[in-house]
């Protein structure tokens, strides 16, 4: 009798994970689309692959999950729900915003290797395929864009570690892509909470 049991237990459990996987495929997979495109380009203009963006990706899987069982506890709570009630709603909003989080710290992860890739070509105007570099143009030390005292599109110089560089800078503002990126993902966040 009791194998029966837990043969339905891992039955359940399989069923619930498939239903899981059947709800958030599409999240999960533009997170990771979004995480590969980064990888590919940081690693076309000499970055790692393994750098580009999958621990700020699971960071974000992770904050997400937890940001929504908060936020799930507190309303249960207040709502009175029994124990076994809220701890399934927990879980269930873990997983959610595991998901959730996935996707969008996947597009935002990608997006900033994508910036920082395209940043650094700016400056190198160089691709690396299979080792071999290729000089698709001369960019004459490129530097960024003045406009008066703003500066515009600025990558970080050639002997940098850091690929990458600054988007906009005045005397007063200054936005790196990966802070640009951040303060998005932020927001994005907040959005999510309030909704």
Known sequence: MKKAVGRNSKTATKKKVGEWCKEHWKELVIGAICIVIGAVLNV????????????AAAMARFISGGISVMSSLIVSIFSGDSFKTILEKVL??????????FMWGGIFAGGVQTISAILKFSRSGTLIF???QLQLFKPNNFSG???GKIKIWSPNGLNNPNSGGT?????????????????LHIIYTIVCLIS
């Open 145 to 147: 864009k003045t406009l």
């Open 167 to 183: 988007l906009f800078k005045d005397w007063i503002l200054r936005l790196e892509n990966n802070f640009f990126i951040r303060i």
């Open 130 to 132: 299979g080792g071999e």
């Open 92 to 101: 269930r909003s873990f997983v959610d915003g595991f998901a959730s989080g």
């Open 44 to 55: 076309l203009t000499g970055g790692s692959f393994l750098a580009a963006g999958f621990k």
